[in-house]
């Protein structure tokens, strides 16, 4: 029997008003349902009626032969509107948005971190003048940023993070990356400074309210800046290095603005599963501007604040005159054994003046971890960085699951004190008990004692020196 693909001659006309190779296509997927012995398996004899148009798989009277033919595949039959779908996800990593073919992506998260905080011993008085000074103690919102991120054209991401924490405005990472290849990124924007496994590390990974004493030396002057870094990194190791101007807003004062250089190298030859060995460098440089003025407008000075708003210096070195540029050099070190775990730096800044001599000024940590429920830290080789504790059981009462529990102890010291210079020194020891009760939220209680200050900025009521300061604090944060 003659098998028939219009069933009128009223339907032939309507398939004519499609393009020859939409009726191609559409024959080619019918020839897979239709069986005939003329063709080689696989394949269509297709003909056509002279008069009427209609086509057949069969020869017959006034019939001319079309030609042998094959199955169109699925791909080349797909319209855009068959096409996968956007893909919507809530999750972890907050409100994520993906292209069907996953070229494009954009996902809205954020973090919250509220503070409290309460200071003891802190009646103190200035060295200079013999003003009282106090801690400012009280509760804050640390933190308050909303963040969006996504990746555009498949090799191209983006970052656009605002802070709202203090109750004013500011940008941190708004930068694009690049990825030109598996191990190569090139990062533009306003972003971290290739220096220290700490500032490298996000506050919400960190184990303890507040970063160590070596900040004083690296993250006033090589914390965010507008410039350009590049990244070549393994599954155990990597590199990168970057020039960076000054901040986000003009801050030359009505002279040209300073510059920076970062590169921070690591490697772990053991990384596996509940295992690490971790050893990093890296070096900084940044001048100041023709003011002699550093970045975001800051004083030339380098100090340490007991927590973000306390406005209490134990060490700080006052606005240093001639200040022309800071070099910093680093070195890390890092092990992790199952629950336990241990990271240390120590730094060095070397300040050069004009019209005085050169300065230097040293600090280091160390601090050891111990997770009570069992759970491992999570490393990322290819960052040469720690991530955020992971519960292996969320918290859940109905199910007596309790998260992930964390005692960390840290020992750290700086030394603000070289010529002229009398930022005094000091040592502290910061004890934390950290609550993990899922992936996205975490509450730390936190403690630490200055003790062995030297020097410093502030001494007590009658002339003897400042000595065992305590802070408690408290954190609940939020992070998607």
Not at 51 to 65: H, I, L, Y
Not at 384 to 400: A, I, T, V
Not at 423 to 430: A, D, L, T, V
Not at 443 to 455: E, K, M, Q, T, W
Request: net charge negative.
């Amino acid at each position: 029997m003659t098998k028939s693909i219009a069933n009128s001659p009223g339907e032939l006309k309507s398939t004519q008003k499609h393009s020859r190779a939409q009726i191609l296509a559409m024959l080619c997927l019918f020839a897979t349902s239709v069986s005939t012995n003329a063709a080689p398996s696989g394949q269509l004899n297709l003909y056509v009626d002279r008069e009427t148009k209609q086509v057949f798989t069969e020869p017959g009277a006034n019939r001319v032969k079309l030609g042998t033919f094959e199955p169109a595949s699925e791909e080349l039959t797909k319209s855009d509107n068959n096409q996968a779908p956007t893909k919507l996800e809530v999750g972890n990593k907050g409100l994520v948005v993906t292209s069907g073919n996953g070229d494009f992506a954009t996902s809205l998260g954020g973090r919250i971190h509220a503070d409290s905080t309460t200071h003891m011993n802190d009646e103190l008085e200035k060295r200079s003048n013999g003003d009282p000074v106090e801690a400012v103690s009280g509760t804050e919102l640390r933190r308050a940023r909303l963040a969006l991120k996504g990746k555009f054209n498949r090799d191209f991401t983006y970052t656009i993070e605002g802070d709202w924490g203090g109750n004013s405005v500011s940008m941190k990472d708004v930068l694009m990356t690049y990825r030109a290849k598996p191990k190569l990124e090139i990062t533009v924007g306003n972003q971290k400074h290739a220096v220290s496994m700490e500032v490298q590390e996000s506050s919400n990974d960190i184990m303890f309210n507040e970063r160590s004493l070596l900040t004083a030396l690296t993250l006033p002057h090589f914390d965010r800046a507008m410039g350009v870094n590049v990244k070549t990194m393994g599954q155990n190791w990597s590199f990168q290095s970057g020039i960076y101007g000054d901040a986000i807003s003009a801050s030359g004062d009505g002279a040209d603005e300073g510059g920076g250089f970062g590169a921070r190298g690591t490697f772990a030859p053991i990384n596996e599963a509940g295992k690490l060995l971790h050893i990093g460098a890296n070096v900084g440089l940044r001048k100041a501007n023709d003011n002699n003025n550093m970045s975001n407008s800051k004083t030339p000075r380098l100090r340490y604040e007991t927590t973000n708003m306390s406005d209490f210096y134990l060490s700080d070195t006052g606005s240093i005159v001639g200040f022309e540029e800071i070099q910093l050099t680093g070195l890390e070190l890092a092990a992790m054994k199952g629950r336990f775990s241990a990271q240390a730096e120590w730094g060095q800044a070397n300040i050069k003046r004009d019209g005085g001599s050169d300065l230097r000024f040293d600090a280091q940590y160390l601090q050891l971890a111990w997770t009570l429920t069992g759970e491992a830290r999570n490393y990322k080789g290819s960052d040469g960085e720690f991530k955020m504790l992971k519960p292996r059981n969320n918290f859940d009462l109905s199910q007596n699951h309790w998260g992930a529990w964390e005692l960390a102890l840290r020992l750290d010291e700086v030394d603000l004190k070289d010529e002229e210079i009398e930022g005094g020194s000091q040592q502290r020891i910061s004890l934390n008990l950290n609550w993990y009760l899922n992936p996205n939220l975490r509450i730390l209680f936190g403690y630490s004692r200055a003790y062995d200050l030297d020097d410093g900025p502030l001494i007590q009521p009658g002339g003897n020196e400042a000595d065992n300061v305590d802070v408690i604090s408290l954190r609940t944060q939020m992070a998607l």
